[in-house]
């Protein structure tokens, strides 16, 4: 059982820069695929980043991809996701999750574990 808690959200400017957080508690956190997604008001949830737990490949959604960094710290059982750059469509609550089956997926579906959110509103 892993359980993540999701912090560092804020009302940002655009342009500026935000680091989230996501704490795991529980075993194995070291092989778990470790990924962050966001639901924006009214859309649906999106996959932002993701990062293995063998090696540490990352993979980026195409819109974040220059701007937005996924990092761990396998021995603090964390996930980083630093955000620069930061724009008004980056608004939205963000979630980090787990795939125990270490897999890299972008899919939602393919996570079994999720923090409760943390939210980022980003103005002009």
């Known amino acids: 059982q892993l359980q993540l808690v999701d912090s560092g959200g804020g009302l940002v400017q655009a342009g500026d820069s935000l680091r989230l957080s996501c704490a795991a508690s529980?075993?194995?956190?070291?092989?778990?695929?470790m990924g962050w997604f966001r639901q924006a008001p009214g859309k649906d949830r999106e996959f932002v980043a993701t990062?293995?737990?063998?090696?540490?490949?990352?993979t980026y959604a195409e819109s974040v991809d220059d701007r937005f960094a996924i990092s761990r710290d396998n021995a603090k059982k964390t996930v980083y996701l630093q955000m620069n750059s930061l724009k008004l469509e980056d608004t939205a609550d963000y979630y980090c999750?787990?795939?125990?089956?270490?897999?890299?997926?972008?899919?939602?579906?393919?996570?079994?574990?999720w923090g409760q959110g943390t939210q980022v509103t980003v103005f002009s």
């Open positions: 999750a787990a795939d125990p089956y270490d897999r890299g997926d972008t899919s939602a579906s393919k996570y079994e574990y």
């Open positions: 529980g075993l194995f956190f070291s092989g778990y695929t």
């Open positions: 990062i293995r737990g063998t090696d540490g490949p990352t």
